[in-house]
DNA sequence: TGTGCGATTTGATCCGGATCAAAGTCCCAA
DNA sequence: TTGGGACTTTGATCCGGATCAAATCGCACA
């Protein structure tokens, strides 16, 4: 949305922009312009669950949606983090191999299945775009491995808060040091993100209130007093985060 | 490996047949061929580290390698294992993100990376093998958050067998329950695969063979009696990982 | 045939996060 | 304005896996 705004061009759907053209060549938009339509979900609607035939592929053009696995037993994993700009779905998958699920009220920009793969065909720098997107999605998930791995609850905890400030606003410079937003899941959603439980996930918040790391107004509104103290907590190489 | 014996082309490098070209078109392959060459590691020995520049991409011909990040204080996550067929690096990246190793001797296809990109641009196909082979890396990826963010140690040790088991040899068929291989990993490397400690891997290892899951002889060679057993320690929906 | 060293196993103990339980808070609807 | 329900916090206790420590195995090499 951001990028959008600053060429003045594709402010209604980011895919236009970021997923699939980043030229914005007219004719290739007319194509997809054909074949897109909105969707609306609520909090806690479902978008699709894992099974389902999916015959279509997306753009979230705003709020936020998660992708989430689970065990017959009920153990449940989420594995992407759905903002907007980000790609749902798989040229070639027919059917939803995640359940996903919007955590606030989500318009998805949706394109038909068939028609979005055939003009893929006829459109390379589409692929290329997809490509580039989900390469990045895997360093996304690799990074993620770590912290599932490897990391303390507290680190884990500070370290989605970090992830929530790198996307939800610009990259903060030197003049910037604070920052405060609402968190856009829930402890139940972020225990899902972090390998955690809920009861660990609400401690490690208040622990990390009480040193002043953050400050809570309410459960869900968080300000970060001094994004610096926050990266010490995450674990992560100074600011190695922030750079990319 | 097995792939290019069926069909009788490209035995001598994977990437011909599965990693770029699918169906093994010739001029394309005289591209390939005029930028490739091939290197061989010894078992421990790095391949390249995080942060030092790539001028390569590549495709694993034969042998192990791992990907793995490592957090200041020595803390080591393995987010990729790297087989036959495997791809190593990304276009448009000049530097490696991770620390990749071979565990046994491998033998890697190079490219160039210059011409490798330049050969894409021309080469449709090659991009969209790189985005299909990217996908499934995400789905792999996405597993692996399953088991780190959510799986006992037993089933983390069960999973991992029954992946060395899938993509060992070919999909058992409904004659062939049982099956042996040689670990290409150490247990520290296993640890490393499925955030545990060395110590933990071991025991786990211990409980499964007093078990009766697996036989071992020596500590690296594994024998499964019973491969529907092993797939009930997993906690994965009944065989669902070997219908893929 | 030792000898030394890395890899592995096993034992004892500790601790971080899970589990079970009970309040507390907030918000919406009647 | 109050009652109910979802979400969150906090407390008490437990347990799986980490940590610290010490054998044991296996093998290349002198």
């Not at 949305?1 to 007319?30: F, N, W, Y």
């Not at 606003?169 to 040091?177: D, F, K």
């Amino acid at each position: 949305m951001a990028q959008a705004a600053q060429t003045g061009q594709c402010a209604d759907c980011p895919i236009r922009h970021r997923a699939v053209c980043s030229k914005c060549d007219a004719d290739e938009l007319r194509e997809l312009e054909a074949i897109k339509y909105y969707r609306t979900f609520e909090a806690g609607q479902a978008v699709i669950w894992a099974g389902d035939d999916m015959g279509f592929v997306a753009s979230v053009v705003s709020g936020v949606a998660t992708l989430t696995q689970t065990m017959e037993d009920g153990r449940r994993q989420m594995v992407g983090l759905l903002l907007p700009s980000d790609f749902i779905g798989r040229p070639g998958r027919t059917r939803a191999a995640y359940d996903v699920t919007a955590t606030t009220q989500v318009i998805l920009c949706c394109f038909r299945r068939k028609p979005f793969e055939a003009l893929m065909v006829d459109t390379p720098h589409i692929g290329q775009r997809l490509l580039e997107m989900t390469l990045d999605e895997l360093d996304v998930a690799r990074e993620w491995m770590l912290l599932l791995g490897r990391k303390t609850a507290r680190e884990k905890i500070a370290t989605l808060l970090a992830i929530f400030l790198r996307r939800g606003g610009g990259i903060p410079g030197p003049s910037l040091t604070s920052r405060e937003f609402d968190l856009p899941l829930t402890r139940e959603a972020m225990s899902d993100y972090l390998g955690l439980t809920l009861e660990t996930v609400s401690r490690q918040m208040s622990a990390l209130r009480k040193a002043g790391v953050i400050e809570l107004v309410g459960s869900r509104h968080v300000r970060i007093p001094d994004i610096a103290r926050l990266m010490e907590e995450t674990g992560d190489d100074s600011d190695g985060g922030m750079l990319v």
